[in-house]
């Protein structure tokens, strides 16, 4: 099966997913939204997966799609000042089990990928390194250079 395909075989549960997709109306980073940030760090950590040959590419891919599925905006003020950073990766995580039965590797990966600002919760798995690794890389390319990467236009996956 060719990468996209897999990708979106993988994947399109969960973008197309009602709750999911609510997470175009929350803002990441710059004019970005969770869910094109979501879908980003995803197809990155895709990639990479298949670079390093990793073998679970399901729960990859699953875990990327849902590490901020925290459902609520942080830059209002109430939210802004609070300890977001350290607490969302937990939110999502509980998210992802609630809307998508996810396994306990894939909450873990979840769980881990905002490490080393949550100290406490490093990747116990290669894919949790990988996840947290390609969140920085998109966080870093949509904060410096608003621009979003492995975008709609990539050639990377038919769905949006």
């Not at 942080?74 to 802004?80: D, I, L």
């Amino acid at each position: 099966m060719k990468k996209k395909e897999l990708f979106n075989e993988i994947a399109r549960e969960i973008l197309e997913n009602s709750e999911f997709i609510t997470s175009r109306n929350f803002i990441q980073h710059g004019g970005i939204s969770i869910y094109e940030h979501s879908l980003g760090v995803a197809r990155l950590s895709f990639s990479m997966g298949e670079f390093f040959r990793i073998q679970d590419l399901k729960s990859l891919t699953r875990a990327a799609l849902l590490h901020d599925f925290f459902l609520y905006d942080w830059h209002v003020p109430e939210k802004m000042w609070s300890l977001h950073g350290w607490t969302h990766p937990a939110a999502a995580a509980e998210n992802g089990r609630k809307f998508f039965g996810i396994s306990g590797k894939e909450y873990s990966l979840i769980r881990s990928h905002m490490w080393p600002y949550t100290l406490f919760h490093p990747p116990k798995y290669r894919e949790g390194w990988i996840i947290c690794a390609a969140d920085k890389c998109v966080s870093l390319a949509e904060t410096l250079f608003k621009r979003k990467i492995f975008g709609r236009n990539s050639g990377f996956s038919a769905l949006p």
